[in-house]
């Protein structure tokens, strides 16, 4: 982990120590930028991501969500490559897909089937899951996220909030080994706020937080600052939050 933004270049406190559980993928960008409109998005991005919990905070269009859509291939750079566990998203965008699971700033992104228990199966017997070990894989999901009264509701007709619960229980029926959030508390009440933020606490997966709510970071090993296109910092979440701050009140 380095400081990439020479604006930042100062000696940091408390940087995380803890190394990473066994398990995620391992994801590599090398030399990412991301075009968009002639404009560079994303600018010559170089990370290793392989700690359990990774924030990414930063200003409106930054570059955030472009950030994490590259990192099980919605989105493929312009230049470089972003590769997970030594595959390419270039080539190996489905099998990346099984291993790095993504819920969406829009849960109207997420949502396939009219029935919500439904929706959570069809993911599920993608994987080739049946009958019972079918049902127990989504009644377990939905009993965790505390929505199993939501099972048999229509998912077009659900809240905003309702709806992001399913978008995450769809992620986690599938069990990929990261899970990639954009911004998943922006629909929702306090207390499911909270029943999000224990449950992502929770994860056994890693997990790749994008979001503008500080006070889901304080525990995280690492928090990256997206500022113009670049990684303008890297390290431990007090400062990366005083960062953030400094470079919100210019
Ligand atoms: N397909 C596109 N065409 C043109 N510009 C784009 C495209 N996708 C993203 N951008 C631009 O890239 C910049 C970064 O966008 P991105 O969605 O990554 O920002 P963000 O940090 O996620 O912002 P927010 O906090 O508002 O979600 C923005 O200026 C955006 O307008
Ligand atoms: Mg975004």
């Known amino acids: ?6 604006l930042w270049d100062r000696s940091r ?16 960008l090398s030399g990412v930028t991301v075009t968009r409109e002639e404009q560079d998005v994303l600018k010559d991005v170089d990370l290793s991501l392989d700690e359990h919990r990774i924030a990414v905070i930063g200003l409106n269009g930054s570059g955030k969500s472009t950030l994490v859509r590259l990192l099980n291939g919605l989105l493929l750079p312009t230049r ?90 769809s992620v986690l029926v ?6 990639v959030f954009d911004e998943p508390t922006t629909m929702l009440d306090r207390r499911n706020r909270r029943r999000l933020q224990a449950t992502i606490d929770d994860l056994d997966q890693q997990a790749i937080v994008v979001t503008h ?5 304080g525990g995280y090993q690492r ?11 890297d390290g431990a979440p007090a400062e990366a939050v005083e960062i953030y701050c400094e470079i919100s009140d210019r």
């Not at 406190?13 to 590599?28: D, H, T, V």
């Not at 029935?115 to 080739?128: I, P, R, S, T």
């Not at 599938?174 to 899970?179: A, K, N, Q, V």
């Not at 709510?213 to 970071?217: A, E, G, K």
């Open 80 to 169: 470089g490559t972003v590769q997970v566990g030594g595959m390419s998203t270039a080539q190996d965008a489905k099998l990346i897909r099984r291993q790095v699971g993504f819920v969406f700033q829009n849960p109207e992104n997420q949502i396939v089937m009219p029935l919500v228990a439904e929706d959570l199966a069809f993911g599920a017997k993608n994987l080739g899951l049946r009958g019972a070990d079918l049902t127990v894989r989504v009644d377990g999901v939905l009993d965790r996220l505390g929505i199993a009264h939501l099972a048999e509701r229509e998912s077009h007709a659900l809240s905003g909030g309702e709806k992001q619960m399913v978008a995450l229980a």
């Open 223 to 233: 928090v990256l600052v997206v500022h113009e296109g670049r990684i303008a910092f």
């Open 213 to 217: 709510d500080l006070d889901l970071i």
């Open 13 to 28: 406190r408390g940087e995380p120590s803890a190394p990473p559980p066994p398990g995620p993928p391992g994801i590599r």
């Open 174 to 179: 599938m069990e990929p080994t990261t899970i």
């Open 1 to 6: 982990m380095s400081i990439k933004h020479p």
